[in-house]
């Protein structure tokens, strides 16, 4: 079973709309992000989070919110869909972050925003 | 400000060797990771760099300067498999990780 998991993998929605999209983990590890990719930009951060209680902001958090539901779970919501939030998304997890304590990422969600 | 630099593009042939390289300029340091990411993947880790040098692991090494702000990752005996984007990142202080957008390399028979 994969360590990072994400769901849904694939979906298309109209712009309005509220979504949201989950991010499970059983590696254990208190930090998860929330990146974004889109062709030429790499991946941006929009909200991470160091432990249950801890949430901040990245470089592109407006129109995104979080939730850390559990040690193991943190969503990702989307209030009011706009087409230029059409991207790859990707959940990360890591340790501590010290040494080479690297982040492994889920497998992504491929949103679509007519 | 904040700004990693890598080639958009690049291109070898299988058996080959292959350098794709990294510059930066971040408001901290804390280590250097090279990512490898297939097409519509996750990306995966590859290696990490802290001190300067190289650091070997298989057919792929990664060197990092501190002092020049530069990283490169060296790929020899390519393989087909090895066609992927590589992203190189830098951790600052925050133990958040920059992101390059990537460098997109093809590997011709």
């Known amino acids: 079973d994969a360590d990072v998991t994400q769901t849904p993998r694939n979906r298309i929605t109209k712009t309005g709309k509220r979504i949201m999209l989950e991010c499970s983990q059983t590696k254990g590890h208190d930090r998860m992000y929330w990146y974004r990719q889109d062709p030429g930009l790499g991946l941006r951060l929009i909200y991470y989070s160091f432990d249950v209680k801890d949430i901040n902001k990245g470089e592109i958090s407006d129109g995104y919110s979080v939730s850390r539901q559990a040690q193991a779970k943190f969503s990702l919501s989307l209030e009011s869909a706009i087409p230029n939030q059409t991207a790859l998304y990707f959940c990360?997890?890591?340790?501590?972050?010290?040494?080479?304590?690297?982040?492994?990422f889920g497998p992504g969600t491929r949103l679509t925003v007519l | 400000g904040q700004n990693i630099d890598q080639p958009t593009e690049m291109t070898a042939t299988e058996g080959a060797i292959v350098q794709i390289n990294c510059t930066y300029q971040t408001s901290g340091f804390n280590g250097l990771f090279w990512y490898q990411q297939h097409a519509g993947e996750a990306p995966t880790f590859l290696s990490y760099n802290v001190l300067d040098g190289l650091e070997e692991k298989g057919r792929f090494s990664s060197f990092l300067s501190r002092s020049k702000g530069y990283s490169y990752l060296l790929l020899k005996e390519l393989q087909m498999k090895d066609s992927a984007s590589y992203l190189c990142?830098?951790?600052?202080?925050?133990?958040?990780?920059?992101f390059g957008t990537g460098t997109r390399l093809q590997v011709f028979p």
């Open positions: 990360a997890t890591s340790a501590e972050g010290r040494g080479s304590d690297t982040q492994y």
């Open positions: 990142a830098v951790r600052e202080d925050t133990d958040k990780l920059i």
